[in-house]
């Protein structure tokens, strides 16, 4: 199985500020990695995939990188709508595998 | 627009077996295929297994001893049934489309209790 080592676990910012969470799969990847996010008592909602891939509706403050094991997920001039908790997936190999999750506080 | 939800019992008596049902719209099941996952209370996000576009499923191994997922395609319905739960398995059981999951339920809390 493809562990995901997500970190850090918490991260707390300011309104603006910009915020980076990174995700190390225990192999190659191949940059299947998707990005969630999810608000307390809801469903996650898929941001991007394919690693840099942002999906409708997506704001454009989103962003993702990486190749082979190492990726990152990035908000830059954080909104208060972004107060959630984020978690990559890795989807090339069966079975599917989530990182821990990061929750992102306002400072 | 495409939809999922997943229904079945809030609470479900130790070693017993659960059933819960994910009723899809906005696509059909020969199309894409359904994943389940769990997140227990509070904790991450567990991919528990998938029923392909052509019926066949891939379980997660440390499930795949009590995970049965199966379909009816005329109803638009994936069907989950694990057995022999334990506390441990107290979950929000959710449903989501294809991979990566786009479309998800709102998601079903399962609690197992005496």
């Known amino acids: 199985d493809i562990q995901m080592t997500q970190s850090p676990p918490s991260l707390s910012a300011s309104l603006g500020d910009k915020v980076t969470i990174t995700c190390q799969a225990s192999q190659n990847i191949n940059k299947y990695i998707a990005w969630y996010q999810q608000k307390p008592g809801k469903a996650p909602r898929l941001l991007i995939r394919?690693?840099?891939t942002l999906e409708s509706g997506t704001p454009s403050r989103f962003s993702g990188s990486g190749s082979g094991r190492d990726y990152s997920f990035s908000i830059s001039n954080v909104e208060s709508e972004d107060i959630a908790s984020y978690y990559c997936l890795q989807y090339v190999n069966l079975p599917y595998t989530f990182g821990a999750g990061t929750k992102l506080e306002l400072k | 627009q495409v939809q999922l939800k997943e229904s079945g019992p809030g609470l479900v008596q130790p070693s017993e077996t659960l059933s819960l049902t994910c009723t899809v719209s906005g696509f059909s099941l020969t199309s894409y295929g359904v994943n389940w996952v769990r997140q227990p209370p509070g904790k991450g996000l567990e991919w528990m297994g998938t029923?392909?576009?052509?019926?066949?499923?891939d379980y997660n191994s440390a499930l795949k001893s009590r995970l049965s997922i199966s379909r009816d395609t005329s109803k638009s319905q994936v069907f989950l049934k694990m057995n022999s739960l334990q506390t441990e398995d107290t979950a929000i059981y959710l449903c989501?489309?294809?991979?990566?999951?786009?479309?998800w339920g709102q998601g079903t809390l399962v609690t197992v209790s005496s």
């Open positions: 989501a489309r294809g991979a990566p999951f786009a479309y």
């Open positions: 394919y690693t840099s």
């Open positions: 029923i392909w576009n052509d019926g066949s499923t």
